[in-house]
């Protein structure tokens, strides 16, 4: 059974950081590509960052670009999101995603972690 398990959400205030983190089991994670979507209220679930299965590339949506980092341990099947200079509207609930060759089309989703972020 493949699972996912995000931790590291919370509450911050805008300029804070956090960092998210993702544990992956029941599958071969270093075969794969990984992903942090995020749904913000009222809001359509929209990629964040992917990265693939050797960490060698990775991608960023423009709003994140210099603010976020994504990396991955693929001794340890854990991929993170470094989030800093965070702002209001990166309120939302986060997702780790992965489980197939393309970041994009996720086989496998986690139940998400919330990240709010106050002015």
């Known amino acids: 059974q493949v699972q996912l398990e995000e931790s590291g959400g919370g509450s911050v205030q805008a300029g804070g950081s956090l960092k998210l983190s993702c544990e992956v089991s029941g599958l071969t994670f270093s075969d794969y590509a990984m992903a942090w979507f995020r749904r913000a209220p009222g809001e359509e679930r929209e990629v964040v960052a992917g990265i693939t299965w050797s960490g060698k590339s990775t991608y960023y949506i423009d709003p994140v670009k210099g603010r976020f980092t994504i990396s991955r341990d693929n001794t340890k099947n854990m991929v993170y999101l470094e989030m800093n200079s965070l702002k209001p509207e990166d309120t939302a609930v986060y997702y780790c995603?992965?489980?197939?060759?393309?970041?994009?089309?996720?086989?496998?989703w986690g139940r998400g972690t919330q990240v709010t972020v106050s002015s």
């Open positions: 995603a992965g489980g197939s060759s393309s970041w994009m089309r996720p086989n496998y």
